[in-house]
């Protein structure tokens, strides 16, 4: 399997804090992977050492298969790359920008680029310092898929934007980046939970995990236990378990390595014979709130 | 190229709005330059609103494609980073040095300048405006990400410069070297542009901010400890490699002079220094060059051992006239333990040769004629009343050299009076030694006038003779005094 993104001990300091530590991220070619993390976890650092617009303190990261910071005008010409805050030269129209782009890009796609901005009803003659942020993210977008790149990288693009507008740009990146990778970066999963093929959860710098969504998905359930009477008090939880709560008989968790089978011989070890167990699947977003809250708990 | 086309051309439609603040500013200025216009006011507001608009245009021009910026948008779209430095070394070729180029020669031509003659000193004032303006600003606005950043640059540098000034001033290291100075500008001119060459290259091709800033940082610092410590002898030195003619000074001899002995002087003050000055006589020059004394170093070394030694010059040096004299700033313990005894003085004179004399004879008319005077410029001398007016023009810089003026006339009463020289003027200039083409200025020709009232009415001026004399060698001489003694040179008073 090949990895137009991967990076080894990859770790970033400003002033002495750290950004990102030891970051080893793999994603997979044609996946479309999610960065998730709270405001501050590193995600935009991460990107930005991949883009090479700032250096790493230590490690290495491959774009493409180059050095991210030996990244040539070959390699850009293959990558979009659109950023909330990017600054975008106000004074062009929206056309302008396009044909400006056009000749730094072999691959660009003239009917692509119109399809683009009918598509995200983009005003062809208006400056973008006059256009909304939800019309200048689409324009970026739009100068970014124009050339149908390999590698499309998005840092936070739904920020700012209402709903419509958000969906709006998943409707026109998806199509037009059909045989891309996308790494895409969120601090909210609700924004991309419904794409996204891979997601990694970035904590205060630090990967904390990095899996396909179905495997994610298929390894947290929310546990309900009802005790028999007889349990321990103070038992000695399974490795797994998460947000443990207990209230006389009742007993609730979050496992994070659900197996049926093997669920119910830890339940069964850890507290002999119990009256109901309910293992319930669980919803992205409950997931990444257990993680979170497990994360600072160590913290 | 064909990417350094496409972003020139971008570039372009973005500033045609400063583009046109620069040629209009330009053309005004190559007109209020000219000879036939009285725009003063005009003229000077125009010397300070050009750099303002060149420097403001090429701040643009960088920040349009900022290198110090994350989020320029730029960043991370396939630029080729050679044809990005190309694409604004050309804007800045085209609309900031091309139009200068042009202003050049109109005000070269408006003042009966020939062209080509003058190629020289008009691509070197490109390399000036190149190294003085356009690098420099281009290199701070590469570490900066805005107009905001920018000026706060500009500021601290600003105020850096003042208090190094203020610091240097009180040492005596800042003081003016005259026609030396060209190497200390051109030194201080050569770090800074190294730096700026290095930094806009290291800026566009890696852009790596925090060391561009500190290489920043560090030229100027340099370029501060180059005006400061720059020793003046290494300047001199230089100046001696540099004339080509080779001059027999095996007869020069240094030494003091008795006839002048009036002259010498210890002076003790009462915060306890002593102003020293030693007379000295030049002889055996070889003929017919003429002297200019520029600077000395020395030692006084007492009876007991007690050395004592000068700094750099000029300022070891007073020159009033034909004397030349060793002035020694020294403490009064010093002085004190040496002055009862004979002391030895040690040192070097350093000095400039002036030869090959050229000479132009200028008729004297109502109304002004351009006319060759070598070594001075374009000359036109004109009368008006009973005042004699000299008006020189010269082209990008004054000729380094010592320029005489004769006033030329015969008796008018007497029939075949033979023509003699009726009266002489000095030609008060700035000079330097520089070997370029050009100062730099931002109007390339200079004017200097020299008026004379005729003095009594029986001979009538009809020619201004200039006689130019250039300099042919800088040469070294050691000498030694022995056996003076400081204490007989304190004036009366001091000594009761």
């Known amino acids: ?299 | 190229m064909r990417q350094a086309l496409h972003i020139f051309r971008k570039d372009v439609r973005r500033l045609w709005p400063e583009i046109s603040i620069v040629q209009a500013t330009t053309a005004g200025l190559a007109f209020a330059a000219g000879p036939q216009t009285s725009w003063g006011t005009a003229l000077s507001l125009l010397t300070y609103l050009l750099p303002v608009a060149w420097c403001a245009l090429i701040a643009r021009l960088v920040y349009s494609e900022s290198p110090a910026a994350d989020q320029s948008f730029w960043v991370t779209r396939p630029y080729s980073r050679t044809s990005l430095l190309a694409a604004k070394a050309l804007f800045a070729a085209v609309f900031v040095n091309l139009p200068k180029f042009a202003a050049d020669v109109v005000i070269l031509r408006a003042y009966g300048f020939p062209i080509l003659p003058e190629m020289g000193g008009l691509l070197w004032n490109q390399v000036l405006l190149a190294s003085v303006v356009v690098l420099p600003v281009a290199a701070l606005c590469t570490v900066t990400t805005g107009f905001v950043q920018l000026i706060t640059a500009v500021v601290v540098i600003g105020l850096a410069t003042a208090g190094w000034s203020m610091v240097i001033g009180g040492t005596g290291a800042g003081v003016p070297w005259f026609a030396l100075e060209w190497t200390r500008s051109y030194s201080a001119g050569l770090v800074m542009v190294l730096a700026a060459l290095s930094i806009i290259t290291w800026q566009y091709l890696r852009r790596d901010t925090a060391r561009s800033r500190f290489a920043a940082g560090g030229a100027v610092v340099s370029v501060y400890l180059v005006l400061a410590f720059l020793p003046w002898t290494a300047a001199f030195a230089l100046q001696s490699r540099l004339c080509r003619q080779t001059v027999d000074v095996s007869r020069l001899q240094v030494g003091f002079d008795p006839e002048m002995k009036w002259a010498a002087r210890s002076l003790v003050y009462r915060d306890g220094t002593v102003d020293v000055q030693i007379p000295l006589r030049i002889i055996g020059a070889p003929a017919p060059l003429q002297l200019k004394a520029e600077g000395i170093t020395a030692s006084i070394e007492g009876a007991g051992g007690d050395v004592w030694r000068s700094g750099q010059p000029p300022i070891t040096l007073r020159s009033a006239g034909e004397l030349n004299s060793l002035h020694a700033s020294l403490d009064s313990a010093f002085y004190n333990r040496v002055k009862d005894h004979p002391v030895r003085i040690q040192g070097s004179l350093y000095l400039t040769l002036y030869g090959n004399a050229r000479t132009a004879m200028l008729p004297i008319r109502d109304q002004a004629e351009l006319l060759p005077a070598p070594g001075v410029g374009l000359c036109s001398a004109t009368r008006t009343g009973r005042q004699i007016f000299l008006n020189c023009r010269a082209a990008f810089k004054t000729e380094p050299g010592i320029v005489t003026l004769d006033l030329i006339g015969r008796h008018r009463f007497v029939i075949g009076a033979p023509a003699e020289r009726l009266q002489s003027l000095s030609y008060p200039r700035p000079i330097s030694y520089c070997p370029f083409p050009s100062d730099g200025n931002l109007i390339p020709v200079t004017q200097f006038t020299q008026a004379a009232e005729i003095a009594n009415s029986w001979a009538s001026p009809t020619v201004i003779r200039t006689t130019a004399f250039e300099p042919v060698a800088h040469v070294r001489k050691d000498f030694q005094i022995n056996g003076l003694r400081l204490a007989d040179f304190e004036p009366a008073e001091n000594r009761k």
């Open chain 1, 1 to 299: 399997m090949s990895w137009p993104i991967r990076t080894e001990n990859l770790s970033k300091t400003f002033r002495g804090v750290a950004a990102i530590t030891d970051l080893n991220l793999q994603v997979p070619e044609k996946g479309i992977y999610g960065l998730i993390g709270p405001s501050g976890a590193g995600k935009t650092t991460a990107i930005r050492i991949l883009m090479n617009i700032i250096r790493a303190r230590s490690g290495r990261a491959e774009v493409l298969g180059v050095d991210s910071t030996r990244l040539s005008p070959r390699e850009l010409a293959s990558i979009g790359y659109v950023a909330d805050g990017q600054d975008l030269p106000g004074w062009m129209t929206v056309e302008y920008f396009l044909s400006y782009l056009k000749p730094f890009y072999p691959t660009w796609d003239d009917s692509l680029a119109a399809e683009l901005l009918r598509e995200f009803d983009l005003p062809r003659d208006r400056k973008l310092s006059h256009l909304s942020h939800g019309m200048r993210m689409k324009a970026a977008l739009a100068s970014s898929l124009a050339y149908r790149p390999r590698l499309l990288i998005l840092d936070e693009p739904f920020t700012g934007l209402d709903p419509l507008v958000r969906d709006e740009l998943i409707e026109g990146i998806l199509p037009a980046s059909e045989h891309a990778t996308i790494l895409i970066s969120s601090h909210d999963l609700n924004d991309i939970e419904s794409f996204i093929s891979h997601v990694g959860y970035l904590d205060r710098g630090r990967l904390l995990f990095s899996e396909q969504m179905t495997a994610l998905a298929g390894r947290f359930r929310e546990i309900e236990i009802v005790l028999d009477g007889g349990a321990p008090s103070q038992p000695a939880w399974p490795a797994g378990w998460m947000n443990i709560e207990r209230s006389g008989d009742l007993v609730r968790c979050v496992d994070s390595q659900f197996e049926g089978g093997r669920t119910l011989t830890e339940i069964h070890r850890v507290f002999g014979e119990v009256r109901h167990v309910e293992a319930r699947p669980m919803p992205l977003r409950a997931i990444f709130v257990t993680l979170a809250k497990a994360a600072r708990k160590e913290a």
